[in-house]
């Protein structure tokens, strides 16, 4: 029976890791890549079966892998909690590296939100909302998440959006959630949220500018739609 080699028992052009030095990240496959994030193998496996493993289980789609938590990560045979935190930290870098750097000059279109806010969003597999923060000539103050739920809802806390944005000398908002599923039509809920927080902003002389539903690379935008 054939014995299953280390990687460094393979030949040295065949080893990721000096492939990677010699021919750059391009030249290796998706395998590869991971089992340099792997680094070791077991008993059984050596990493690059392991690697291969890994991409099977998603059907071999990597948008499907970065969107996996540890929890199943750790049901693959050969990848412990250690090895699927260090999969998981690779992916969250690459989703922030993909995050423009956010700046303070006016924002004027739900387009500018949208690029901002997808690469946060698009791979989450639970919903978030978040509030955007903006001054009477609408400057971006910044932005801070204000619930996370499961995978069809979050509940929003319309009294805590509106305390926050006072808190923040804020005078108009927009309101962005995500859709795990990536169909970015708002639902009823959805629809409800917006008309309740519209009024409830304009009784404390706040304007909510927006609300922006996020769906893979999409977007649903109630103020581009006419129905703010």
């Known amino acids: 029976m054939e014995r299953n080699l280390k990687i460094r028992e393979w030949a040295l052009e065949e080893r990721p890791r000096e492939r990677f030095m010699e021919k750059g990240p391009a030249s290796l496959t998706n395998a590869e890549l991971l089992a340099i994030l792997l680094r070791t193998g077991t008993g059984k496996k050596n990493v690059m079966e392991i690697a291969r493993t890994l991409l099977s289980e998603h059907d071999n789609r990597l948008q499907e892998l970065v969107r996996s938590p540890v929890e199943k990560l750790t049901r693959i045979k050969g990848i412990g909690t250690a090895k699927a935190v260090t ?65 069809n809802a979050t509940i929003v806390d319309v009294r805590m959006v509106l305390k926050k944005a006072l808190d923040k000398l804020s005078c108009e908002l927009i309101l962005v959630h995500n859709h795990p599923s990536g169909n970015n039509k708002p639902g009823r809920q959805d629809r409800i949220l917006t008309r309740t927080l519209k009024e409830a902003a304009r009784m404390v002389d706040l304007h909510l500018i927006d609300h922006i539903v996020i769906g893979g690379n999409g977007y649903f935008s109630f103020a581009e739609e006419g129905i703010l």
Do not use: H, N
Not at 91 to 104: D, K, T, V
Not at 139 to 150: A, R, T, V
């Open 87 to 151: 999969l998981c930290a690779a992916f969250e870098l690459g989703r922030r590296a993909q995050i423009p750097a956010e700046s303070r000059d006016a924002i004027t279109s739900a387009d500018q939100v949208a690029r901002m806010m997808i690469p946060m969003l698009r791979d989450l597999t639970y919903e978030t909302c978040w509030v955007l923060f903006f001054d009477g000539g609408r400057k971006y103050l910044g932005k801070e998440q204000i619930s996370s739920g499961g995978l």
